[in-house]
């Protein structure tokens, strides 16, 4: 099941440490790994030649993700492709040093290019439909306008040798740009519950998140660490839960904005 709010519940457990703060990196499945902080994530996949990472996050947390790349036995030179999810800072503003130290080629939907060279200029445009292929992986992308306008989902199939599952997820569910004097573009409420539509039909085996908060990461990673159980795999029902909170999350703001 789906439960918001876990942000405040993983604040309080990690105590003093600040939400920018390195989270211990770990394997989620298969060849997918975290690597972000408590507040961005940050996935890696190693497709076997090579890394390809999902966001980056604040550009003063890039040592962080370079830490976390060598805490799990891989090297940050490695990164082939780095993946930008929309345009905010708190996903690509690292991106252009870990682009710089690994000559990485960026990757960002067509519709977030431009707003997004207030950080760096990317190197590849990703319409719907499109996909990206190294190594043994095939990420297939999907464009979700609503949080921006060049928001993009992807999703791939990632395998430990003995099950293959399908890894997902949404690039952009917050609603800080969906209430009047802050919308990204025209028409993004009604882009976000199409894309939060089609987004439902996608059937995904491994939710990862956006933010930590979308899907428990701290905590399921802590206790994949701790205990060896792995609750990232057969979320497809936290997955449709997160979609539907995020959905009437919008309406009953529009309620109270009619009422
Ligand atoms: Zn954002």
Known sequence: MFTQAPLHKMLKEIKAAHWLGKMTPFRI????????????????????????LIDTGYAETAYLIVDSI??????????????????????????????GLSGAKTVIGRDDFEK????????????????LTLGNITVNFMHTPGHTKGTISMFYEDTDGVNTYR??????????????????FE?????YFESIERLKKEHID?????HCWNNDTYLKGKKLLETGENTFVNT????????????????????????
């Open 206 to 210: 491994v939710f990862i998140a956006n």
């Open 29 to 52: 499945f298969g060849n997918t790994y975290y690597v972000g902080t408590y507040q961005s994530c940050c996935h890696m996949i190693d497709t076997g030649n090579g890394l390809i």
């Open 116 to 131: 997004a060279k207030k950080y760096l200029t990317h190197d590849i445009l990703v319409d719907d439909g499109d996909t």
């Open 167 to 184: 890894v997902g997820t949404f690039g952009g569910a917050g609603h800080n740009t969906l209430v009047p004097g802050k919308y990204d």
């Open 236 to 259: 497809n029902d936290v997955w449709l839960g997160f979609l539907e909170h995020y959905k009437r999350g919008l309406e009953n703001i529009i309620a109270q904005e009619n009422a």
């Open 70 to 99: 060598y805490q799990l036995g891989f090297s940050p030179y490695d990164i082939k492709y780095i993946i930008s999810t929309h345009w905010h800072g708190d996903h690509t503003a690292a991106t252009a040093a870990l682009a």
């Open 187 to 191: 028409g993004a409420r009604e882009a």
